[in-house]
Structure formats: C-alpha cells, structure tokens
C-alpha cells in the first residue's frame, strides 16, 4: 500500500533549521564611556534549535576633545571631569548562547570569555595626577541574560550582565609638562568586577 509523504510548509522548514549563521552589530551600554564611537560585530553560528555559538570584535572609543572635556566642566562643575582623552578599549570575546524559544528568538543566556587591550591616555591640567597612561590587557569571563526578538531573517537582542577580570600591564603617571615633573610607570596587576550589556541588531540565514 502505497503512503503520501507530506513535505512540512516552507516556513516550518525555515523557522527550525539545524543550522543558521548570524551577523550582528551591537552599542554596548558599558567601556565606551563618554567616546564618541563604540561599535562591536558579531558572528554567531547555531548548532540545533537553541544553541549558538558566537564570536565577537569590539572597539571603544574613549577619545574626548579639549573642548569636549571643558563643556563637560561647565555642565557639571566640580562634579565635572575636565580631562583631554586619546585612545580606548579593543576587545575580542567568545560565548555560548543559549535561546529558550529558538535561535535569536525569546529568553537568552549568554556565558563566555572575553579579552580587552586598553591603550587610553588622559590629560587634565586641573587634577592631582594631570597626566595618566594605562596599557593594559585584562582576560575574563562574562556571563549576560536578556531577550532576543527575531522577526524573520532580522533579530534585535537586549542583555545585561557582569565581566570578571584580571587585568595586568601599566600606568604612567606625572605631568603634562614632561619638564616639570618626571613621569613614574607603575606595574598594574587587578582582579575587576564590571557591568556588562549589549544591544544587538542582525540578520539570521538559515541553512
């Protein structure tokens, strides 16, 4: 006796791929500070309906202008931080992902490693300490819990969370003016607790 196979609808076979790519841009909330650009892009690759595994690159701009730091004086007063910036925050990280819905869809949690070179100087003529240079490099885990919306082939991702840190390199610390007073380097060894979050947009390709 003859038995009709009947193919599953085209969404259905497109909404539980075993396999799906991801591309993502994200502003994430913490690091960047008062920089003017702060941008990460993200891959994830799922394995299964609810697994994704992801690897990111990110850039935080600490930057700030003279005239930047002087508004910011006038703004908040003595409140006010009134230093000139240069430099930022490279980072680079990979999680495990977890969607209770589906990939990119419903409830997430996200656990991974996460490695950060900072290379950020700051001047500020009005401080106790007027010039300060921090080349660091911290290695860590982080571990976030949010909420993707996936629409189709586009997502958008929301996620707070907490990074733990050990962070090691130097501070050259002294003047502005070299002249006046000579500049001491001081070794850097830390163990850091910071907050972590994320706003992702993307698109998924199902395969």
């Known amino acids: 006796m003859p038995v009709d196979i009947v193919e599953p609808p085209a969404a259905y ?8 790519i ?7 909330l913490s690091w960047g500070g008062d920089g003017p650009f702060a941008l990460g892009v993200s891959v994830g ?8 595994l992801r690897g990111n690159v ?11 730091a002087i508004t910011n004086v006038v703004l ?4 006010g931080d009134g230093g000139r910036r240069e430099g930022g925050v490279t980072a680079v990280g990979a999680s495990a992902m977890y969607f209770k819905r589906r990939a990119w869809d419903g409830l997430l949690l996200d656990g991974g490693i996460v490695i950060k070179h900072e290379d950020h100087i700051v001047y500020d003529d009005f401080a106790s ?18 909420w993707s919306w996936r629409i189709g082939p586009v997502f958008a991702a929301l996620a707070v969370g907490l990074s733990t840190n050990y962070v090691r390199g130097q501070e050259t610390v002294g ?23 994320m706003f992702r947009l993307g698109g998924v390709f199902d395969l």
């Open 129 to 146: 300490v007027e010039f300060v240079h921090q080349q660091t490099i911290a290695a860590g885990l982080r571990g976030q819990i949010g």
């Open 45 to 52: 690759v799922g394995l299964g309906t609810h697994l994704v």
């Open 58 to 68: 990110a850039w935080y701009d600490k930057t700030r202008s003279e005239l930047d």
């Open 13 to 20: 076979v497109s909404s539980t791929s075993l396999t799906s």
């Open 175 to 197: 003047s502005v003016d070299y002249v006046d007073s000579p500049r001491m380097t001081l070794p850097v060894s830390r163990l850091e607790v910071e907050p972590e979050g």
């Open 76 to 79: 908040h007063g003595d409140d």
């Open 22 to 28: 991801a591309i993502g841009v994200n502003n994430p």
